[in-house]
Nanobody, 125 residues
Framework: VQLQASGGGLAQPGGSLRLSCLAS????????VGWFRQAPGKEREGVAC????????YYAESVKGRFTISRDNGKNTAYLKMNSLKREDTALYYCATDLLECTVGDIRKDPSDYWGKGTLVTVSS
């Protein structure tokens, strides 16, 4: 059972990136999936999540209207499309399942769980 995040890189303010989260060893659509990020010196925060059962999505206020979480069941992959990037979006981004919460204003995973390597997003001119 593994999730592999990729697609990070350097983007200019106002630019876009799309992160991918490839699942292996299980069927991603059966689970809620979330994207989290941790900026230098800050705690990890949930930015977006999607329910597996009905595809409901929730976003942190800081990214609402700019980020979109989606899923391609045929590729067993989740995505995070990030538009209108800001310098404060710079962080290490992780995808995860086994969420504690995926609802309005609350996207959480047990911090003691395994998080994987993440993918680094740097927004800079």
């Amino acid at each position: 059972v593994q999730l592999q995040a990729s697609g990070g890189g350097l983007a200019q303010p106002g630019g876009s990136l799309r992160l991918s989260c490839l699942a292996s060893g299980f069927t991603l659509e059966h689970y809620a999936v979330g994207w989290f990020r941790q900026a230098p010196g800050k705690e990890r925060e949930g930015v977006a999540c999607m329910w597996g059962s009905d595809g409901r999505t929730y976003y942190a206020e800081s990214v609402k209207g700019r980020f979109t979480i989606s899923r391609d069941n045929g590729k067993n992959t989740a995505y995070l499309k990030m538009n209108s990037l800001k310098r404060e979006d710079t962080a290490l981004y992780y995808c995860a399942t086994d969420l504690l919460e995926c609802t309005v204003g609350d996207i959480r995973k047990d911090p003691s769980d395994y998080w994987g390597k993440g993918t680094l997003v740097t927004v800079s001119s």
